[in-house]
Structure formats: C-alpha cells, structure tokens
C-alpha cells in the first residue's frame, strides 16, 4: 500500500526513457491513479515527440500529455540570471544540472494546478542532489503538495530490474536505452551542458576514454588556427555575438558550438553532494566556460571595486544555493536582487580569443559604463591626474596597526 493510498492525480516529470517509462506504468499499478506526463525540452539535444507516443501507448489521455519547449526560458530566467553572479560550485563546477531543476520543478506544480492533480512525482534517486531540487521548488511554490519519489517506494534499485519490470509489463523500451543497461556511465544533458556520472567513472582515479565526450572535441584535435569573438553586452546579458543580435538560447547555442569547436569547457571534478557523500562527475560546459570569461572582462572596467569585491564575497553562496536547491528561497532571490543591480552598468564588449581550450581576453569596451580612466592609469606624464605624493600617507595609516604591534613585540 503506497504511502498515500488517497491519490486521484499525479503529474510526472516523464522523458520517455527507461526510467521515467517504469515509472508511469508503477503510479499506475502501486497508486492506480491518473497520470499527467510532463516532458521539458530543455536543450538536451534529443527528440522529446516520441515521448508522447510512448505516453498514448502507456494510456495516458491526449489532454494529459504536456510536451513543451522551455529553452528560451531556461537561459533568461535561470542561467542568465546565475551567471551575472560568476557562480561556481567548490572553485569548477558551473552548476549545469542544478540549474535546471527549478524551471522543471516550476512547471511540474504549475501543471499541478492546472490539472487539479494531488500530487507531482519525479525519477531523481534517493543517493542524489536532483531528489532536494525537484522538492525544495516544489515545496517552495505549492507547500501542501504531495511528492511521491517511486526511487525512495520501490524496490527496483538496479537497472536489470527496471527492464525486467519494463518487460513483464509491456513497457516499450527502445534499444538504445535496453543497451544502456551496463553502460559504463550515465548521462544528463541541457543547453548549458552535459554531465556524466556513475559507472566506471565512480572510481576518481579513472580517466574516462575520449569517445565520452560528445560536445567538445579534444583541445589537441581543435583547429590549428585560433578565432576572435565580440560579445555585446546589455545590462549584464549576452545580448549579440560578432554584432548579431540574438535571444538567450541563440546566444547559448552559439556559444557551445564556437567552444566545443575550440576543445573549450571540460572538467573532470569530485564534488561534495547535498546529501553528504562526495561523487565524481565529468562535465562539457562549452558556452558557459565563455560566458564567465567573458562576464569577468566585462565586470572588471564597469564596476566598481568594492562592488566586484563584495559580489566576489558572496558568489560561493549564492553558488550554493543553487546547487543545494534554493532557487525559489528568499535568501537566493535576496542576493539576486542585489546582485542584479549592479549589472545596470555592465554594458559594453568583449573581444576573446579561443585556441586549443583556451580562452583569453584581448580586448574590452564600454562607451558608457567604463570606470577604467588612462589618464590616472597610465604610466607616462598624468599632467597632475594623479599626485604620487599622497601614497605615502595612505601607507603610513594602512600600517599603523601593523607598527603598533611590532613595536609592542620589542617592548616599546
């Protein structure tokens, strides 16, 4: 008997694939209720109609069927907005599945509402961050919600059982995936990236064979002769590249073919999860690997010390929050606010050369915003801009502190 016999309707974060297939049939069965399929493209680069058609076979109505393409949504309003605070988890990681979460945890309770349903499930396992993300929204945005986690339920913890269970009840599992099976790793993909995990990889002494990576070439292998991009930026936003305006997804898009060409956006890293162990993963975050260069440039001429350094300050928060799942918590959107606002002057361009996974700076202007003065900055005749003469005095006070506590170590 499930945990909540009382059920009539739940929406599922469904893809199509093994997973998420087992688990439709299993609400079905264990709950025998009405299911929603909820299938978001995202960018990951396969072909999310053959989701609805799986969906029709397993009888789900036609009206309960939701296929949307989110892509131009989850750059403006997740990973534009996290990459005007610099985040990066643990010093490497640009949090490319984590930010995902909250815009599919979004419309799985706004689906919720829509439907009437008492209940959202998801495929995120009990050993993982994606579990904390997908209910942290959930709770964030609909706190009486119910959330059932079949991973957590049932007792089919193996990928052998979930295509014996595939099997013993119809369940169409295409090839592909029933090869899966074994696969030395697993793979989660978006417009920001692709991460790999599991398998063989969860030896962190394992360097994983180059036919894993699928966005991005090896940076010996990248072209020989390097290229110039211009970033246009608006208010702290890629709004153009080479002078083409373009929306955020086009920018993102662009951006991972231009660095995947150039072998540019590999890690391979051991992070600390949410739920307390550490996991290994390899990471392909072409475009977003330039879009911090990139921001960075802009942000150095455009703002103003004390601010970078305070950003600075509480980026490894905000990256935090973040990873951990706080997208819709007052504390992210609090930071958010602020650091949102000191993106009104980060206006201007950027020039970057990319070379065999490489990325460097060449160039970079702001005909409004620009706090960089050469009068002050050069190293020729200022014509007074500057008097060297008051540097003395700001050393002195600067060391005052210091002095005091040398003198009274000699007893003066």
Request: net charge negative; proline share 4%.
């Amino acid at each position: 008997m499930p945990a909540d016999a009382n059920i009539k309707k739940v929406v599922l974060a469904y893809s199509g694939g093994l997973d998420t297939s087992v688990i439709l049939k299993w609400l079905q069965d264990v709950y025998r209720c009405d299911v929603v399929t909820f299938t978001a493209d995202i960018g990951q680069g396969e072909e999310v109609e053959p989701a609805r058609a799986k969906a029709l076979k397993m009888g789900i109505k036609k009206e309960n069927i939701y296929i949307e393409d989110l892509q131009e949504e989850f750059v403006r309003d997740f990973v534009f907005p996290m990459f005007r605070a610099n985040a990066v988890y643990e010093g490497e990681y640009l949090l490319g599945t984590s930010i995902a979460r909250p815009l599919i945890g979004k419309r799985l309770v706004e689906i919720a509402k829509e439907t009437g349903a008492d209940a959202i499930a998801h495929g995120a396992t009990g050993k993982g961050n994606d579990q904390v993300r997908f209910e942290l929204t959930a709770y964030a945005l609909m706190p009486n919600v119910t959330i059932i986690a079949p991973w957590r339920e049932w007792d089919l913890l193996s990928r052998e059982k979930l295509v014996a269970y595939a099997d013993q009840h119809g369940i169409p599992v295409d090839f592909k995936k029933r090869d899966a099976v074994g696969a030395p790793y697993s793979m989660d993909a978006n417009l920001l990236h692709i991460s790999y995990e599991g398998g063989v990889l969860e030896d962190p002494d394992f360097a994983p064979e180059e036919s894993m990576w699928r966005m991005t070439v090896a940076p010996e292998k990248a072209p020989d002769k390097a290229q110039i991009i211009e970033l246009t930026y608006e208010n702290g936003d890629i709004a153009g590249i080479d002078g083409e305006k373009m929306t955020p997804a086009q920018v993102l898009t662009k951006l991972n073919e231009i660095g995947g060409r150039h072998g540019i956006g590999r890690l391979d890293i051991v992070e600390n999860r949410y739920v307390g162990m550490k996991s290994r993963g390899c990471y392909e975050t072409p475009g977003g690997t330039i879009m911090l260069k990139a921001h960075r440039a802009m942000e150095s001429i455009t703002l103003d010390r004390e601010v970078l350094a305070l950003k600075d300050d509480l980026m490894p928060r905000y990256a935090r929050l973040v990873y951990n799942g706080y997208w819709f918590s007052p504390e992210r959107t609090l930071l958010q606010g602020l650091i949102d606002a000191s993106q009104t002057t980060v206006n201007g361009t950027v020039k970057l050369k990319l070379y065999k996974g490489t990325i460097m700076c060449i160039g970079r202007a702001s005909e409004s915003d620009s706090l960089f003065d050469t009068r002050i900055a050069t190293f020729d005749d200022d014509a007074g801009a500057y008097d060297q003469k008051d540097a003395g005095g700001f050393i002195k006070l600067n060391a005052l502190r210091l002095r005091i506590a040398a003198n009274r170590r000699r007893g003066k």
